[in-house]
């Protein structure tokens, strides 16, 4: 069967760095996508990693390793407004997103 | 418009009531896609359309239907409602032509079934 695993809950602290595991385990492997959703709202896209290796966006930085089924993002400087959940999806053979539960990230003063 | 809209935004619903939930885009994307979002769980595709006048079945179709009879809508309908069915369902596009293949989502119907 198809599985994405990612911690259901995580907390940080203002200002500093947090990075948040996505293990996969799909059908075949064309991308994996992290989005941000704040409670309440819409998913809204956040990163893309088709390669191994490490993608840069500002504050926000995703690993891929495919050998290892493995990904990670890296939020830096946390800031209060990046209190939301983390979810992360595997593009399959089909080229369906498959999401993981998400982890939801509190930031604390 | 702009991106993708979604109405209405909640709805209470007897069961056994029929039900259509409304989604219109204006991104020109020729791919469409209904998740319903349960706590605990992720998103879950109900069905997708790759291009308008075609549809196809996702991983929970049962109990829904949908119609893509042109680009820019793609309406869900629940033929006759289920407690079962009280989700969150998010309605999204994306532009499958190549690329990035990044899926865009409306704002959301928060649906209850009693």
């Known amino acids: 069967g198809q599985n994405i695993d990612q911690p259901t809950e995580m907390t940080a602290t203002e200002g500093a760095i947090v990075q948040i595991n996505c293990t996969y385990q799909t059908s075949g492997f064309n991308g994996l996508f992290w989005y941000q959703q704040h409670a309440g709202e819409a998913p809204t896209f956040l990163s893309y990693?088709?390669l191994d290796g490490l993608e840069e966006k500002g504050r926000f930085s995703s690993f891929l390793s495919r050998s290892k089924g493995y990904s990670y993002l890296l939020l830096k400087e946390l800031q209060m407004k990046d209190s939301a959940s983390y979810l992360c999806?595997?593009?399959?053979?089909?080229?369906?997103?498959?999401w993981g539960a998400g982890t939801k990230l509190i930031i604390k003063p | 418009i702009a991106g993708i809209t979604q109405a209405p935004t909640s709805q209470i619903l007897a069961a056994g009531r029929r039900m259509t939930l409304r989604c219109t885009q204006d991104m020109r994307h020729n791919a469409m896609y209904w998740y319903r979002q349960d706590l605990g769980l992720g998103l879950r595709l109900i069905h997708y359309?790759?291009?308008?006048?075609?549809?196809g079945k996702g991983e929970v179709p049962d109990g829904y239907s949908v119609s893509r009879a042109n680009t820019d809508d793609f309406p869900l309908t629940l033929a006759s409602a289920v407690p079962s069915q009280t989700s969150v369902y998010f309605c999204?596009?994306?532009?499958?032509?190549?690329?990035?293949?990044?899926?865009?989502f409306g704002p959301g119907t928060r649906l209850t079934v009693l």
């Open positions: 990693n088709v």
């Open positions: 359309s790759n291009t308008a006048g075609t549809t």
């Open positions: 999204a596009s994306s532009d499958s032509d190549g690329g990035l293949n990044e899926q865009f």
């Open positions: 999806a595997v593009m399959d053979s089909n080229y369906q997103l498959i």
